[in-house]
């Protein structure tokens, strides 16, 4: 202890005290107020003019509520003088100059100043601004709740274990995230290796003990398994805190609930890996089954099969039965052909109508052929959807390893070459895989390349067959046919080129030139023959889809100078149908340049009667199909009479395709047919046999007194 100075002892003087109580009471940095009994304000300090935003001058004599407007103040102020209590305090919100309001901690306390002559009380006031201290707790409150509700969204707890007491300690959220209920569950290690999933119990044990001995963190995702049963994912983090000997004494970390992700990311990679409308695998899956079956057949000597599926005709009920009772087909089919193979095959869609089977551990081909049947016979079987019965068939096309190729993509490929073979048989068939397939691949391709150019070549050619009235047998139009004459003389027939055409959308520009070529012969004849014959011109698909079409019909129509009336373009029942309300509004535009249209191969598609009423037609044509079988198959004759009786009931002309009988001809005639055409009149003749013809039928008219 140090000595004390003397002049410490000294006591301090009265004066000396007064003027140090004005200093303090001058430079204190709470906002002081003495006030008379009758609370004018006596005098106040610097600090209070500060906090009040005043004047000396403003605030001497005046009442203090004139000056401090506070609720709640004048009461306290009146307790105290009352002398009930000697001080009172508290924190009330004041308004300062500005109108701003603060808050205020205040303290009121009575004085009574035995020097004054009359023993007055004053009331001294002191003031303190606690606003902004009021603003960092009240936001600091804020995000201590706003952190805790981030981590309850986040679904993230957080938790402390003291190693060496063993003693672990858990945030609410990870309560939560275990479902396990604060008070009753008593967190330690044991405990919390009790709640994981049993397959992940050793790998964290691992990775916690590891953490223990080098003090390096961790981070895993694993499994926690809920007391219902359940189970969930969490994504885990921790880190050492180590004492002063490099000993870990504690581990704190995170545990975060990240079901929802995982099962996200679950469903992301099935759906990367099936087709959402099937579930069933997808191209993708199929390749890496095909690959691994062909590790396994390697290694144990066995085939592997794969089946390329394509449903026959499917385009056509989707097309006109909707896409809603195609989907509903298609996943009909899927579980048919799922459960007709054995567990460790792979049924996988390839897209719209296609499937794939892989075939693994297979003995020999005979086996995939019985299956081949097999699936074929399911596939057939019917399919009732919304009351109706449906039936589908299949092409299927089969390639084996090793024999076929001795990798994915090569077994794909010939399955999918086989299963074009297996259509072209005449379709619900399967084929095996043949070199000469690929051939026939080689074929198409080359067949492509010849088409190209074969225009500007002036290899085409168009044909006509007349069209007779069978009321009186006269010739009333043609229908302009196309031919191609290959330089090497082979023939190929329209029915293999044109759809090369259509896929190469060669169509375009080779069907304008059919209608002009056609409308420039008949104006030809017309003039000739002086009659008004119509012609009649098949219109493709991407003709009719093609958007100039309608202005491609008025320029032929001008440069050939024929009557639009005499015009007839044929569309397909099909082409139509695909998609009614827009073919609707083409025929309508087409019609509007004045020719005529005709529905092409009626009775091969699913035509809305509603649709077919709507359109501006003039024709129905029946499809050759149905014709050639009058007087043969009863169910054919209906059919006919049904369609005649239809196009009548339209107000449309019927026309009968591949008449090739005098029973057929009959028959059509009986039941009021107006048209017909086919090899019994005359076949498709070049322009020059046509001319003939024209001399010919005039000639036997003449001779037989009819014109
Ligand atoms: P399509 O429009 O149904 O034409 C009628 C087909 O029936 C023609 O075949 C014709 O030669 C054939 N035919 C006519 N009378 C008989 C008969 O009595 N019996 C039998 N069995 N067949 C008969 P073609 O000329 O081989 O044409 C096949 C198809 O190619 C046509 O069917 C048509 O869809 C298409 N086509 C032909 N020319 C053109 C064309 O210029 N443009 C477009 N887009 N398609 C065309
Ligand atoms: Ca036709
Ligand atoms: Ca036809």
Known sequence: ??????????????????????????????????????????????????????????????????????????DQLA??????????????LMRVCGGEERLMRYAVTGMYLAEEEEEEARLLVALEDITEQERAFQALARSEARLAEAQRIARLGHWEWNVATGELWWSDEVYNIFEREKGRFVPGYESFLACLHPDDRARIESAVRKSIDDGSDYRLDHRIVLPSGGVRYVHEQASCVLGADGIVERMVGTVQDITERKETEARLAH????????????????????SQAITYGRRHDRLVAVLFIDLDRFKRINDSLGHDVGDRLLQAIAERLRKSVRDGDTVARLGGDEFAIALTDVADADDVAKLARK????????????????????????????????DVETLLKNADTAMYEAKEAGRN????????????????????????????????????????????????????????????????????????????????????????????????WNRLLGRELLVAVNLSRRQFDD??????????????????????????ESIVMSD????????????????????????????????????????????????????????????????????????????????????????????????????LYSRPLPVADLEHYFVKCRSSRRSSGSE
């Open 1 to 74: 202890m140090t000595a004390m100075d003397p002049m410490d002892s000294v006591p301090l003087r009265l004066q000396d005290f007064k003027e140090y109580a004005e200093r303090v009471f001058a430079n204190i940095p709470s906002g002081l107020v003495i006030l008379s009994a009758r609370l004018r304000i006596l005098t106040v300090n610097r600090a209070f003019l500060q906090m009040f935003g005043v004047t000396q001058g403003d605030v001497e004599g005046r009442f203090s509520h004139e000056v401090i407007s506070a609720d709640g103040l004048a």
């Open 79 to 92: 307790t105290v003088l009352g002398g009930s209590v000697p001080r009172a305090d508290g924190i009330l």
């Open 375 to 406: 699936l074929l016979n399911a596939i057939n079987q019917s399919i009732l959807l919304n009351g109706r019965e449906y039936y589908a068939t299949a092409s299927i096309g089969i390639s084996l390893f090793p024999h076929d190729g001795g």
């Open 271 to 290: 759906l990367a890996h099936h087709d959402p409308l099937t579930c069933l695998p997808n191209r993708m899956l199929l390749r890496d089954r095909i």
């Open 580 to 679: 009614a309300a827009r073919a609707g509004h083409v025929m309508e535009t087409l019609r509007g340049t004045g020719v005529h249209l005709a529905m092409d191969d009626f009775g091969t598609g699913y035509s809305s009667l509603v649709y077919l009423k709507r359109f501006p037609l003039d024709r129905l044509k029946i499809d050759k199909e149905f014709v050639r079988d009058i007087g043969v198959d009863a169910n054919d004759d209906a059919i006919v009479r049904t369609i005649i009786a239809l196009a009548e009931n339209l107000g449309l002309e019927a026309v009968a395709e591949g008449v090739e009988t005098e029973v057929q001809r009959d028959f059509l005639q009986r039941h009021g047919c107006q048209l017909a055409q086919g090899y």
């Open 429 to 524: 068939a399967y084929r095996f895989f043949r070199e000469e397939m690929d051939f026939n691949i080689r074929a198409h391709l080359e067949l492509e390349q010849s088409l190209r150019g074969a225009l500007e070549r002036g290899e085409f050619e168009v044909h006509y067959q007349p069209q007779i009235r069978l009321q009186d047998g006269v010739v009333t139009g043609v229908e302009a046919l196309l031919r191609w004459n290959r330089p090497d003389g082979k023939f190929v027939g329209p029915d293999i080129f044109i759809p090369v055409l259509e896929e190469t959308g060669l169509i375009v520009e080779v069907g304008a030139w059919v209608m002009h070529r056609a409308c420039v012969d008949v104006v030809h």
């Open 547 to 572: 958007k100039h079409l309608a202005e491609t019909v008025a320029e032929v129509l001008r440069e050939s100078g024929l009557p639009p009336a005499l015009l007839e373009l044929e569309v397909t």
